[in-house]
Antibody
Framework: QVQLVQSGAEVKTPGDSVKVSCKAS????????VHWVRQAPGQGLEWMGW????????KYEQRFQGRVTLTRDTSTRTTFMEVTILRSDDTALYYC???????????????WGQGTMVTVSS | DIQMTQSPSSLSASVGDRVTITCRAS??????LAWYQQKPGKVPNLLIY???TLQPGVPSRFSGSGSGTDFTFAINSLQAEDVATYYC?????????FGQGTKVEIK
């Protein structure tokens, strides 16, 4: 079935980097945008950015520009989200989610990964 | 950037009640508005897209309406399993901003 499977939980120290993966299955990987959303403990959903898997184009929420990098590996149908210079307020559950079909009409995110908890603590 | 203002932040209602949540965009987003349900400890689940279209498999007691800047989400006849936080999200363009969320509880 169509699914996104993310990598496991991470514990990091302030100043570290973290790279979370999101592996797609059940659909043509390069046909759909992948979005990343995070949720701090007890807080709401925060959109971070998207990647277009067919060509690697990216778009970021302004506050994450320069500190978050989205990449993909088409051979393994996997997208990656890297956050650098981690701070304690980056502690959150990070989700990947399928977006619009490339070249198609805009659509909401119908498929979500299970989430990856990233804890930043000294 | 377009801001999304969702209200109320929480509500408490009885089983069988009709509950409504509003979401306001700071600029016209046409009908590029989705509603998600997030149960405690679970992944967000898409309920409604294009402001009023139910995702397949979503019970018909859920509904959405609106276009432009003002949107409404409703649960007709609230059920115990509807306890969750509900979020609106614009998807006309990046950033795909979410509303602040509405926590729905049973009285």
């Amino acid at each position: 079935q169509v699914q996104l499977v993310q990598s496991g939980a991470e514990v990091k120290t302030p100043g570290d980097s973290v790279k979370v993966s999101c592996k797609a299955s059940g659909y043509t990987f390069t046909d759909y945008y992948v979005h990343w959303v995070r949720q701090a403990p007890g807080q709401g959903l925060e959109w971070m950015g998207w990647i277009k898997p067919n060509n690697g184009d990216t778009k970021y929420e302004q506050r994450f520009q320069g500190r978050v990098t989205l990449t993909r590996d088409t051979s393994t149908r996997t997208t990656f989200m890297e956050v650098t210079i981690l701070r304690s307020d980056d502690t959150a559950l990070y989700y990947c989610a399928r977006g619009s079909r490339v070249g198609g009409p805009r659509s909401a995110s119908d498929i979500w990964g299970q989430g990856t908890m990233v804890t930043v603590s000294s | 950037d377009i801001q999304m203002t969702q209200s109320p932040s929480s509500l408490s209602a009885s089983v069988g009640d009709r509950v409504t949540i509003t979401c306001r965009a700071s600029q016209d987003i046409k009908n590029y508005l989705a509603w998600y349900q997030q149960k405690p400890g679970k992944v967000p689940n898409l309920l409604i897209y294009a402001a009023s279209t139910l995702q397949p498999g979503v019970p018909s007691r859920f509904s959405g309406s609106g276009s432009g800047t003002d949107f409404t989400f409703a649960i007709n006849s609230l059920q115990a399993e509807d306890v969750a936080t509900y979020y609106c999200q614009k998807y006309d363009d990046a950033p795909r901003t979410f509303g602040q969320g509405t926590k729905v509880e049973i009285k």
